[in-house]
């Protein structure tokens, strides 16, 4: 499930549930914590990384004796869910633990996803710079009138020409396609329809493909490549000699593709926006 739909069902639940009225909890048994990852948890980190983490986690529990730290839960109209410690609250699943330290966060939805998105950028299991880019994203898309520039900028860990650029890209977007539900798109689709192309269907297309191949790699892998990529970089060459080098120049046209699209275009000398912009295409934009 995308998170765009998640959020939509996550809403659906709220309007449908009741407000919690009792005091904040301060523990919970582990069967009264949900999960719902793909609105809150935006680290998506390798899975031999993610599996790594929770077993240095498993040990800090034995070696403390009990929690690692409290748990940040939200109210989701007919159950808590966790929105901040997903990894612990997996590690304390494998040690069985009867009920584990909280905190209650009550708030509305955008800022529940706020402070989820704010403490996966702490210094713990780092975000990496694709996955807080679409946090941006999401933020722009979904929620952009409850935040300003800076504070998308500040809580997904992007700069702030780069929240410009998406408000840039919304407002066009907006203008030439004002059916359309923004927060339905990834970054990397909406940038491709700003520039003219179709949308990707929904069930994610190379992003999928691109996903799959990764993980059938780390499974025949595990941390071989990322130790040893000269290992990579001479299996490759062996496959097909031209292979290594048409990888190298992928790799520089999509890291010079998203330093193009982090410009904000502005008139202080930023670099234009590729694909032409008229009074029709940017009609009503919020910038």
Known sequence: MSRQTARKALERRLRRGGTWFG??????????????????????????????????????IERKGGALGRLLVYWAGDGWVCIDGHHRLAAYQR????????????????????????????????????????AAWDLVAAWDAEFSKSEIADTAGVSTSVVGNMRRIRGLLQAEHPRLDLSDLTWWQARELAKGSEPLPSDGGDEKRTAAIRDKLIKAFGH????????????????????????????????????????????AGAAPLPFPTTPKETEGADF
């Open 23 to 60: 005091p904040a909890p301060d523990t919970l048994k582990l069967s009264e914590i949900g999960t719902l990852e793909e609105v809150f948890q935006f680290r998506k980190p390798l899975p031999h990384k993610g599996e790594a983490h929770k077993r240095n986690l498993g040990r800090s």
């Open 95 to 134: 040690k069985k633990l009867q009920a584990v330290p909280v905190e209650a966060f009550t708030g509305p939805l955008h800022e529940a996803v706020k402070q989820a998105l704010t403490r996966n950028n702490e210094a713990k299991l780092p975000m990496e710079e694709r996955e807080r880019t679409e």
């Open 224 to 267: 071989t490549l990322s130790k040893r990529p000269d290992l990579l970089a001479a299996a490759l060459r062996d496959l097909d000699e031209d292979l290594p080098g048409a990888l190298r120049k992928a790799i520089e046209n999509m890291d010079a593709e998203d330093a193009k699209w982090e410009t904000e275009g502005d008139p």
